[in-house]
């Protein structure tokens, strides 16, 4: 089955900096691809979905990317500010289904002043 | 928007003892799920329901029963809780489940075992 991993465990960067979480993921199938977001003591949060047909997505702050050859999701923030600091999920699907979805790890993101 | 609430937030259980964690929601969405995280692990689906009644099994579904009496609400049962067992269970809701829906998800009960 799909197997997705997510690096880095725990990221600390300095306010302004930008960051880099990326996945891997196994299954050339997959087309679905959804980052999340869980903020200290709150539930998930979807930050993008994005489909394997684009391959640069732009967000407030973050921009996602896709490189289907390599099987590589990324999430990249720009100009960290002290709310981005939270725990970042990646998500991927196939065309099999919802509970087909396989999560990465997660990332634990902190924004120092 | 809707919202879905999840009790007890905290369980503290002892070995051997049956559990159950409930979930509500009120977005009328068809599909629900359970999800269990545990610390440096993705979300591992324990169940999943497409609709009233139904039930499917997902990758740890083993230790656990689930029932979905009504649209808006799921339960899950740890049927035999586990020695110094630590995880949060999460709940989720769909539309539908079609690939590519997103999740909504509850704030999570945390499960410890003594």
């Known amino acids: 089955g799909e197997q997705v991993e997510q690096r880095p465990p725990h990221l600390s960067v300095r306010e302004g900096d930008s960051a880099v979480i990326t996945c891997t993921y196994t299954?050339?199938?997959?087309?679905?691809f959804f980052w999340y977001k869980q903020e200290p003591g709150a539930s998930l949060q979807l930050l993008m979905k994005v489909f394997s047909s684009t391959e640069i997505n732009e967000g407030q702050g973050f921009t996602v990317l896709l490189n289907k050859k390599d099987k590589r999701l990324s999430l990249n923030l720009t100009a960290a500010h002290p709310g981005d600091s939270a725990a970042y999920f990646c998500?991927?699907?196939?065309?099999?289904?919802?509970?087909?979805?396989?999560f990465g790890a997660g990332t634990k993101l902190t924004i120092k002043p | 928007g809707g919202i879905i609430t999840q009790t007890p937030k905290f369980l503290i259980g002892q070995e051997g003892q049956k559990l159950t964690l409930k979930c509500q929601q009120n977005?009328?969405?068809?599909?629900m799920y359970w999800y269990r995280q545990d610390s440096g692990k993705g979300l591992r689906l324990i169940y999943y329901s497409i609709t009233e009644n139904d039930l499917q099994k997902g990758d740890l579904s083993e230790g656990y029963d689930a029932s979905r009496e009504k649209k808006s609400s799921f339960s899950l049962t740890v049927t035999s809780a586990q020695k110094n067992e630590m995880a949060v269970f999460l709940c989720a809701s769909s539309i539908q489940g079609r690939e590519g829906e997103r999740l909504f998800f509850g704030h999570g009960t945390k499960l410890s075992v003594l």
């Open positions: 299954d050339p199938n997959s087309y679905y």
């Open positions: 998500a991927v699907s196939a065309n099999y289904g919802n509970e087909k979805i396989t």
């Open positions: 977005f009328n969405h068809d599909t």
